[in-house]
């Protein structure tokens, strides 16, 4: 194996400076910030979560019984019904698409199916749903036929 050394006048980091330096019109800035240290907000609770955005006026295309699930920037429409052993689960946009519709099973077969009065709540997605009701919560995984 033959060894050599390659020339280069610019360090190979990846650092801002060497990136911009052979650039003609390039502007410094001190590194200091004026408004002090930056600190991230703190982690928001699932309460504070839950309304971070409001249900939006419900398109035609979703149906009346579904309900709302607000998550951080984004939300969906759930609706179920009963669909013999297996549950059916249709997630709609804020706009009335579709994202995902499929039959879903307990993992535990003594919990019972939510019926109108179980809220969705998280983790609530196209792999797995979530109700809740009182303290009672049933979880929910897609199947595959």
């Given at each position: 194996m033959r060894n050599f050394k390659l020339k280069f006048l610019v360090p190979l980091t990846p650092t801002t400076l060497n990136n911009v330096s052979p650039l003609e019109h390039r502007i410094s800035l001190s590194g200091k910030n004026r408004e002090g240290q930056f600190f991230p907000l703190k982690k928001l609770s699932k309460e504070v979560q839950k309304g971070t955005l409001?249900?939006?006026v419900r398109d035609d295309k979703i149906p009346e019984n579904a309900q709302w699930l607000s998550g951080e920037g984004a939300g969906s429409w759930f609706?179920?019904?009963n669909a013999s052993a297996h549950l059916k689960v249709s997630r709609y946009s804020p706009e009335g698409n579709i994202e995902c519709t499929g039959l879903y099973e307990n993992?535990?077969?003594?919990n019972a199916h939510p019926d109108n009065s179980y809220q969705i709540d998280?983790?609530?997605n196209?792999?797995?749903v979530t109700f809740i009701k009182g303290v009672s919560?049933?979880?929910f995984e897609r199947v595959r036929i």
């Open positions: 409001p249900a939006p609706v179920w019904e993992p535990n077969p003594s998280y983790p609530s196209c792999k797995v919560r049933l979880h």
